[in-house]
């Protein structure tokens, strides 16, 4: 009779123990990378700020939002709208000044139950070029390689992105922004979506003669920096201020200068690359291109 209800025992512990594997399985498959939360929520975050880099069709990288999405019948498109700061369309850039980019996404056919997209700025040589900052509450500014992308930070029910761009500095020639959109119907997966097609727009630099000769005023004594930034004027400015921002268009410091001719600032900052932002007393911008060791 022992031994029957030992048999019992043992019996009702190894239908226990399978069925303990058997759950244990289905939690860890709902973790799986293939699955849904790695598939599409890892995604919707946008690319950039969850490792997949740049998926714009730059020359940096050719993939774009095909490489995941597919199957939707959208026909989307994405467009770029770039104004200065009284609300006029440019079609060139004065080296430092601010502008305001907006990108909208339009489809052809259906109604997406939302959006995404990226967008990337980079010179000839396929450098970083200006600083994004301020994005609107659906986008985020992420850094990669030294270069920086707007972008999605989750699945957007407007097809409207919007984000300022500060034009990098004198004589660095024409800038070409690269971005794509995706239009997704919401079913939790990739299927049934359809990115736009890989778009390009390109800005060539042009010069207020008072802000070349404000730039050309302006010298920084040591780049890259090892500890103080130190930057001359060959004249003396009634007012300067001075704005610092780093790879993904974050301001870090904020000063202005009265009766100034030169310069000397301790600056706690990482290693890395960083963008300078001057203005004088007349409105004159310039912009330069900081390196801390």
Excluded at 22 to 30: C, L, P, V
Aim: with cysteine; aromatic share 10%; charged share 15%.
């Amino acid at each position: 009779m022992k031994k029957k209800l030992l048999s019992v025992a043992l019996l009702s512990i190894l239908f226990l123990l399978i069925q303990s594997f058997k759950n244990a399985e289905k939690a860890s498959d709902y973790y799986a990378p293939k699955d849904y939360h790695s598939n599409i929520k890892y995604r919707s975050g946008g690319p950039a700020a969850n490792g997949l880099g740049d998926r714009t069709g730059s020359p940096v990288s050719s993939s774009t939002c095909t490489a995941c999405h597919s199957g939707g019948s959208y026909s989307p498109s994405i467009s770029l709208n770039i104004t200065d700061n009284g609300g006029n369309a440019v079609t060139d850039y004065t080296p430092g000044q601010e502008y305001n980019l907006s990108f909208q996404i339009t489809s052809a056919n259906g109604t997406p139950a939302g959006y995404g997209m990226q967008a990337t700025a980079l010179l000839t040589n396929n450098a970083a070029a200006g600083t994004f900052t301020t994005p609107s509450l659906n986008a985020q500014i992420i850094p990669v390689s030294s270069r920086s992308y707007f972008e999605h930070n989750a699945r957007s029910v407007t097809p409207n992105f919007t984000s300022k761009w500060t034009a990098p500095s004198v004589g660095t020639g024409a800038v070409t922004f690269y971005f794509v959109g995706n239009a997704v119907n919401g079913n939790g997966g990739t299927s049934g979506d359809q990115p736009t097609p890989a778009t390009t727009l390109t800005l060539n630099e042009t010069l207020s003669t008072s802000d070349f000769v404000f730039q050309k005023n302006i010298k920084l004594e040591q780049n890259p920096i090892k500890e103080a930034l130190k930057i001359n004027f060959t004249e003396n400015y009634e007012t300067i201020a001075l704005e610092i921002f780093d790879i993904s268009g974050k301001s870090i410091f904020n000063k202005t200068y009265s009766n100034v001719s030169n310069i000397e600032e301790d600056l706690n900052i990482q290693s890395g690359i960083y963008f300078i932002k001057l203005k004088n007393e007349n409105n004159l911008n310039a912009s330069l291109k900081l390196i801390k060791e």
